[in-house]
């Protein structure tokens, strides 16, 4: 029986669950032995003009071995911008604030001590004179203050031109309903904040170790932040504690650390707090939509337009170029004969944005999805119908849609049909309908979100994805394979033991996974954008295969046969001559030989596309607003499924926290730009009473870009589950006349929703 | 400084340590027990729970003085002669854990649950666990392990 497809339990599990994982501040290496400990100083204004530094005061204190600021710094280029050409190049980073500071949290001195419990209180010895300046916030920034005066402006740049929309868009249409969305900034938290590591060798080498997606990708950022050459950087991945997008690449602070190291000439680390972690890792989504969308009264769809804002935060990052993945997705599952899509990006006094699990896709989908259920509302017709209505019908041959994206198969109808079957939805809408009847105070909302969405892109058009892998048996029995991907919680070791296990015969406990040491594994495209099993785990069973190529050769020679009258057995992971099993030699002898190695490239014609629909059930308290999530069934088919119980684990990770920036999780500042959610304590991070066990209904449409048949399946979870709930929790007051709220629906929102709709409370 | 005398893993340890130091740094820094984890500034995230005499306490707002005297239990100690405790297979049995960070955390949670409570229902697992966060679970598989865990124990 095939391995593939099975539950197999990780093998990574009894080190995690024992001796805990060795995340990069547990690291002990002789290298690292004496090391000096970084912290930084940061900004507390959300724009200000730095007149002066003073570090005399905090160079005297006990256990400070250095003060530097953005001027000690001044040998280190400026970060540009990502996207630059579409992005404006004037707004620039430094690694430390030099001049100015543009959101609360920004770097702007580092303190360095001998022992961590004296670097808190000396950075409260670096006296910084701010000189306040109005803070920019909000999707419509002014230009009367400016973050960057060489700019000109706030707005980063356009993504599509504005000017262009078709004024004729919704021509012919009986019903156009327009809404202006709110897709609400959130803190991407991972348990383990960012930290750093770093050591310079005689040979004028940097190794580092960074929690980070991609060792390979976290090496040349390093090299660019630090001006020197990639080959002398080495980065070490050790286990890392959750990533979700924002943990892609370097951070000023890692090369700093770095920078220090040098200049002291000793190893240094850093660990941030979770106050830091929380104004000053990336943040993510932070878009607000315009959505038009336009049909017939019978529930067809014509056509419809998305304008986007995206607010980058202080500085361009991957945020800015994040709306060129939502415009991709704009139109979704649907067959809209017209749908168009334009984005701005603006820069504000506020924590940068980068990736966040689905980043620029759960966007797309929550725009769209809340379009849909204003539409079906305003025709008075059932969500689900409509979506059966306008869902693209099956296709298994590539389906190009008007923003360029190339769909490899789908079924939407069927996704939705089994979720709402899985869901019991007639039966939930006559309890609604009771409830509704009976004037209960708790009503029941119910709310279904359809999506389709990118997984395992390339570097862009023509550069196919592709990731290498390198498999060795060794003489022992024992495996070993090597990976470009970055596992940091998704099972790689098991999921891409297995895989090498079915081709090989050899069980998956004698495999050891490597990753992430870039001295090691040069290339690599890390783990990111759910594409690691698609192409990673596809370049290990190739190279699995090339392997028995190359061993049946061997193995033809040691017998004295034809490699092509040799079978190779499983069982026994040794190739005989057919029908002489006794004319036999295991893979261990003849890796004795000669070592028996072998790396390859898989590459894939191009992205996949996984899709789904998430139902939602909730039961709104209409007196006190309060929101109670059921429910969540979801129907996530991302291909084959290589290990359900990975799979299942990447979905209910996925719908947590979704369905958190539904109805809780929110960074929110101050109108002059303090941050209010800046601690586990302030932050509504989700936890275990306020979601319920999940409803998983598998599907799984296999593509035909990689011969595991695979999708991605990691952000699948979050790009659903937000719309569904916020569907919902606008679907259990509908009948009161609530058209619409914003994410987070938290309890306070739907409270005041439901006051703006009682009778007699324009007054 | 400060003589202290704790028993941790069921191995008596004693050090002399400065009167601030948290327990989670003593285990991690003086003991080299670095399972449990500091996640949080704010007693939040019981990433760094341990069971101090059995109930299970969040490390991090706990001193390493508070502890003298007292017996401490980590991870590192829950499983004998290699096999993993009830609570700590259901973990690998459910996938209840992911990037690990929160795991020994939420394992000593559990368990402290269900000496207090050794048949809770799904609520009940649920609240008792609400002070332990987890990024990457989405608590479901956590929360079937634990009940897992707990219907193993009774038979
Ligand atoms: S470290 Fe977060 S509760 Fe202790
Ligand atoms: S497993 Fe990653 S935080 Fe819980």
């Keep these: ?763 | 400084m400060t003589h202290i005398e704790v028993t941790v893993n069921g191995e008596k340890r004693s050090a002399e340590v400065e009167p601030r130091l948290l327990l989670v740094h003593y285990l991690r820094d003086h003991l080299g027990l670095r399972a449990a984890n500091v996640g949080c500034d704010t007693t939040s995230c019981g990433a760094c729970t341990v069971l101090l005499d059995g109930k299970s306490v969040k490390s991090c707002t706990v001193l390493a003085v508070q502890a003298s005297g007292h017996e401490v239990t980590t991870t590192e100690g829950l499983s004998a002669d290699g096999e993993l405790h009830p609570v700590q297979a259901a973990f690998r049995q459910h996938h209840g854990l992911q990037c690990g960070f929160c795991t020994p955390g939420m394992v000593m949670a559990a368990v402290g649950l269900l000496a207090e409570i050794p048949h809770p229902t799904e609520a009940q697992v649920r609240e008792g666990l609400e002070g332990n966060l987890c990024r990457c679970t989405g608590y479901h598989n956590i929360v079937q392990a634990v009940l897992a865990a707990a219907s193993e124990v009774t038979a």
């Design chain 1, 1 to 763: 029986m095939s391995i593939l497809g099975t539950r197999v339990l990780r093998t990574e599990d009894p080190k995690f669950l024992t001796t805990g994982g060795v995340y990069t501040e547990d690291v002990a290496d002789d290298r690292l032995e004496g090391a000096c400990h970084v912290f930084f100083v940061r900004s507390p204004l959300a724009h200000a003009r730095i007149s002066s530094i003073d570090v005399s005061a905090a160079r005297q204190a006990p256990g400070v071995i250095g003060v530097y600021t953005g001027a000690d710094l001044a040998d280190l280029a400026p970060i540009p911008p990502s996207a630059a050409g579409l992005i404006n190049t004037e707004m620039q980073q430094r690694l430390l604030a030099v001049d100015k500071a543009r959101f609360v949290g920004e770097a702007v001195a580092a303190v360095v001590t001998e022992h961590p419990y004296q670097g808190e209180d000396a950075t409260e010895l670096v006296t910084v004179d701010y000189d306040p300046l109005p803070a920019v916030l909000g999707f419509d920034p002014a230009d009367d203050s400016l973050l960057f005066e060489a700019a000109g402006t706030n707005v980063a740049g356009y993504w599509g031109d504005p000017s262009k929309l078709d004024a004729q868009l919704f021509d012919g249409c009986e019903v156009v309903v327009k809404q202006t969305i709110v897709n609400q900034r959130v803190a991407p938290a991972p348990m383990e904040t960012r930290a750093a590591a770093a050591v310079w060798g005689d040979d004028g080498r940097l190794t580092t170790w960074i929690p980070n997606q991609g060792a390979q990708g976290t090496k040349a950022d390093m090299a660019k932040l630090l001006g020197i050459d990639e080959s002398l950087v080495r980065v070490i991945t050790p286990d890392v504690g959750g990533a979700f997008g924002a943990k892609f690449g370097a951070d000023p602070e890692h090369a700093v650390v770095a920078w220090i190291a040098r200049r002291l000439g000793r190893p240094a680390r850093w660990t941030e707090t979770r106050y830091e972690n929380l104004i000053a890792m990336t943040h993510g989504r932070a878009q607000q939509h315009t959505v038009t969308i336009g049909g017939s009264r019978d529930g067809n769809v014509q056509a419809y337009r998305l304008e986007i804002v995206q607010d980058a935060g202080a500085y361009p990052k991957i945020g800015a170029v994040l709306p060129m993945l939502t415009i991709l997705m704009t139109s979704g599952p649907y067959d809209i004969p017209k749908a168009e899509a334009v984005a701005k990006v603006v820069v504000t006094n506020t924590t940068p944005i980068g990736a966040y699990r689905g980043a620029g896709r759960p966007e797309a989908t929550a725009a769209l999805e809340r379009a849909i259920d204003l539409f079906a509302a305003e025709i008075g017709a059932d969500p689900a119908d409509v979506r059966r209505k306008n869902l693209l019908a099956p296709f298994t041959e590539p389906h190009r849609t008007a923003f360029g994206a190339l769909y490899d198969s789908g079924d939407y109808v069927a996704a939705l049909d089994k979720a709402l079957t899985t869901a019991g939805y007639a039966d939930l809408r006559s309890q609604q309908a009771q409830r509704r009847a009976s004037g209960d105070v708790r009503q029941l909302g119910i709310g279904v979100a359809s999506y389709v969405e990118i997984t395992g892109m390339g570097d862009g058009e023509g550069t196919p994805p592709e990731e290498n892998a390198t498999v060795e048996v060794h003489p022992d029995g024992t495996a070993t394979i090597l990976t470009g991907t970055s596992p940091h919680g998704q099972g790689h070791a098991t999921a891409w033991a297995m895989i090498a296990s079915e081709e090989l015969g050899i069980p998956v406990e004698k495999f050891t996974l490597k990753w992430g040491d870039t001295d090691l594994i040069p290339e690599g495209g890390g783990t990111g954008g759910s594409r690691s099993l698609q192409q990673g785990g596809a370049a290990v069973q190739q190279a699995a295969r090339e392997l028995l190529d190359v061993a049946r050769l061997r193995a033809a020679a040691e017998l004295e046969a034809n490699a092509a009258d040799l079978v190779f057995d499983k069982g026994r992971s040794a190739f005989n001559v057919a029908g002489d099993p006794d004319a036999s030699v295991p893979l261990t002898q003849l890796a004795e030989n000669e070592r028996l190695l072998i790396r390859t490239v898989f590459s894939q014609p191009g992205a996949t596309f996984p899709f789904g629909t998430h139902v939602a059930v909730v039961e709104v308290d209409t007196e006190t607003g309060k929101t109670t999530l059921l429910r969540v069934i979801t129907v996530d088919d991302a291909g084959t499924v290589l290990n359900p119980l990975l799979a299942e684990g990447q979905r209910h990770g996925g719908i947590g926290q979704g369905a958190a920036q539904a109805f809780l999780e929110e960074v929110v500042y101050d109108d002059a730009g303090n941050p209010l959610t800046a601690s586990l304590a302030d932050y509504p991070f989700v936890s275990a009473t306020e979601v319920p066990s999940f409803e998983l209904a598998s599907m799984a449409t296999p593509t035909s870009y990689n011969p595991l048949g695979a999708k991605g399946i990691g952000e699948a979870g979050s790009i659903g589950s937000t719309p569904a709930v916020q569907n919902a929790v606008v679907d259990a007051v509908a009948h009161l006349g609530v058209r619409h709220i914003d994410l987070p629906v938290t309890s306070r929102r739907v409270w005041q929703a439901l006051q703006a709709v009682q009778p007699g409370s324009e007054q």
